[in-house]
C-alpha cells in the first residue's frame, strides 16, 4: 500500500512564507513526477507545480518566481516553499505522484489528504 501525507498547511500574511512538505510511504517501487495542486473554493483544482524525476519543473504562471518545488528522492518527499504569498493563494493544497507499487509493479496516481493554506491580514 502507498500512501502520501502531507505536513499541515497554516495561515500567513500577505508578503509572508510557507512550506508545505509531503512524504510517500509504502511499498514503493519508484516515484515518477510529483506535484501539488490546489483548489479553491468554487473553482477547478489547478495543477500549481510539478517536477519530473530528472529535475524538470513547470509551473503555473501565477506563482512564478514566487514558488519553489523540490523533491528528495532519498527520502521520497515533496516540498513546496511558498514566498510573497498573496490572499489568491489562499486554497486547499494536495500533493500528487505517480507511483510504481512494488508488489504488483503498477503505476498509479496516488494524492495526499489536501492542507489548507489561508493567506490573511
Known amino acids: 500500500q502507498v500512501q502520501l501525507v502531507q505536513s499541515e498547511g497554516g495561515l500567513a500574511q500577505p508578503g509572508?512564507?510557507?512550506?508545505l512538505s509531503?512524504?510517500?510511504?509504502?511499498?514503493?517501487?519508484?516515484i515518477y513526477t510529483m506535484a501539488w495542486y490546489r483548489q479553491s473554493p468554487g473553482k477547478?483544482?489547478?495543477?500549481v507545480a510539478n517536477i519530473a524525476p530528472g529535475g524538470i519543473i513547470n509551473y503555473v504562471d501565477s506563482v512564478k518566481g514566487r514558488f519553489t518545488i523540490s523533491r528528495d528522492d532519498d527520502r521520497n518527499r515533496l516540498y513546496l516553499q511558498m514566498n510573497s504569498l498573496r490572499s489568491e493563494d489562499t486554497a486547499v493544497y494536495y500533493c500528487n505522484a505517480d507511483i510504481r507499487e512494488r508488489l504488483t509493479m503498477r503505476t498509479g496516481v496516488y494524492w495526499g489528504q489536501g492542507t489548507q493554506v489561508t493567506?490573511?491580514?
Open 16 to 19: 509572508g512564507s510557507l512550506r
Open 22 to 30: 509531503c512524504a510517500a510511504s509504502g511499498t514503493i517501487a519508484a
Open 44 to 47: 477547478q483544482r489547478e495543477l
Open 119 to 121: 493567506i490573511s491580514s
